[in-house]
């Protein structure tokens, strides 16, 4: 788990990130310069963080999938 100062960087890396009360297939990440949220194979949309989120200490970065 990791706090927010991680979770800036691995969004900064282009990377996904999930707080531990979200579903498992729903990630955030940055997309064209817009914070968004996607849940499953549904449309990304944008979404703001509330300061409980932010604060948050259950923050997982979401490692890349490896093709086979």
């Known amino acids: ?23 498992s297939n729903t990630n955030m990440y940055v997309n064209n310069g817009v914070l968004v949220q996607q849940r499953g194979n549904g449309a990304p949309y944008s979404y ?8 948050a200490k259950d923050w997982h970065v979401i490692e890349a999938a490896t093709e086979v």
């Open 1 to 23: 788990m990791a706090q927010f100062d991680k979770v800036m960087t691995a969004l900064a890396d282009n990377r996904s990130v999930r707080l531990s009360k979200w579903e």
């Open 48 to 55: 703001d963080l509330s300061w409980r989120e932010i604060a």
